[in-house]
């Protein structure tokens, strides 16, 4: 479920070929272990549709029941037309207004998979991006700009486009029989500034769930960055339902990095929880580094390794809070104020770890195990805490 008071909903969207049944298993399937709640695949041919009809018919069969999207872009009237079991099978379609066609043949086509949406009882996701707008309707827009007295700039025009192109459609899509409730919208961009305006602005026209997004956000830490900027700001005023991270891939990291993300981002904003959170310090010239820095990181590693089986036999194990602190300075302040948490000694100081639980110091570990004892200390308080 999307909008109103539901959770904010974190998808993705695989990047193989949708032809390749057994890579788009294998990839759906890595996305929803790391926690994806909604997929998206490119269905851009008859291979494609193929392809997602044996997909989806695997996944169901393995238990895998999230909801899948089909991504159409230029010919879904014709795919969805044409591959009836792809229709039914497919949970959510998402349409580009900009792409569906020009002239007489845009509404036409629009049209067309509206249709099938309705005859299936399918959600539309009507998605506006500003690399494929609508030319026709920006053509429009910009010539009765030129005929002010005072012309807006062409960011403002394009804005114009993409909030009314959204709006247009979805309304479109009514008149046509769907359901307001079928109807979510997205408006991309992959400037952060004109992505927060254009979502800003078409929040206050309609009262449509909100996919945010920022488009081609670009690789690495400039694309999480652009992306946790953007989609922070927006979510804080109470903008969007569901989020991706669109992030180019990277040789070696997992496409799930993009769940993670999105993840990292709600929980630290406080809006959902999806594992405990570690506090743990930068270090500085106070620390032992090796040794502060290889417990911080063995902390983090076993929790995440550990979190499928607590999840299961402890719930509400994602909202406890973890310290792993470096020397007594914050230490046990952030400790105390941890559920349960470790501070160790500095450079200089005694060589000692002070353990605390529910705000109180309860012991003090030394020695070579300071881990392998925390970690049983952490494995206690869970059971005794979250235990069904």
Not at 67 to 95: C, Q, S
Request: with cysteine; proline share 4%.
């Amino acid at each position: 479920m999307l909008g109103s008071s539901h959770p904010i909903v974190v998808q993705s969207m695989t990047d193989t070929p949708t032809a390749d049944v057994d890579a788009t298993v294998r990839q759906t399937i890595e996305l929803v272990e790391a926690g994806s709640e909604l997929v998206r695949w490119t269905i851009n041919d008859d291979a494609a549709a193929k392809g997602a009809i044996e997909s989806i018919s695997r996944l169901r069969a393995l238990g895998v029941a999230t909801p899948i999207v089909g991504d159409f872009h230029f010919n879904g009237h014709e795919l969805l037309t044409r591959h009836d079991a792809l229709a039914k099978l497919l949970d959510k379609y998402r349409v580009n207004p900009g792409n569906v066609g020009r002239a007489a043949a845009k509404d036409d086509n629009f049209a067309a998979i509206i249709r099938v949406a309705i005859k299936y009882g399918k959600a539309v996701r009507i998605g506006v991006n500003w690399g494929s707008l609508d030319r026709d309707l920006l053509t429009d827009l910009m010539q009765k700009n030129a005929r002010l007295l005072k012309p807006r700039t062409m960011k403002d025009v394009v804005a114009d486009a993409m909030v009314e192109s959204a709006v247009s459609s979805a309304a479109y899509a009514v008149a046509l029989g769907l359901s307001r409730e079928k109807i979510i919208l997205s408006a991309k961009l992959s400037v952060l500034q004109d992505t927060i305006e254009v979502y800003q602005r078409l929040a206050a026209v309609c009262e449509y769930p909100l996919h945010l997004g920022l488009t081609e956000a670009g690789a690495g830490h400039k694309g999480i960055t652009a992306s946790a900027a953007a989609l922070s700001i927006l979510l804080q005023q109470g903008i969007g339902d569901t989020i991706r991270v669109s992030l180019t891939p990277e040789p070696g990291v997992a496409r799930s990095c993009e769940v993670e993300v999105c993840q990292d981002l709600l929980q630290s904003m406080g809006f959902r929880y999806f594992f405990p959170n570690i506090t743990s310090c930068p270090g500085c010239g106070r620390t032992r580094s090796a040794e502060f820095q290889n417990l911080a990181h063995d902390i983090r590693t076993y929790v995440v390794t550990r979190m499928p089986d607590w999840r299961k036999k402890y719930p509400g194990v994602e909202t406890l809070n973890i310290a792993v602190m470096g020397c007594v300075v914050n230490g046990p302040g952030e400790s105390a104020h941890a559920d349960i948490g470790i501070s160790l000694p500095g450079t200089s100081e005694d060589p000692s770890a002070q353990v605390y639980v529910d705000g109180k110091k309860t012991g003090i570990l030394k020695g070579a195990r300071i881990k392998e004892e925390f970690i049983a200390l952490l494995e206690d308080y869970i059971s005794r805490r979250f235990s069904k």
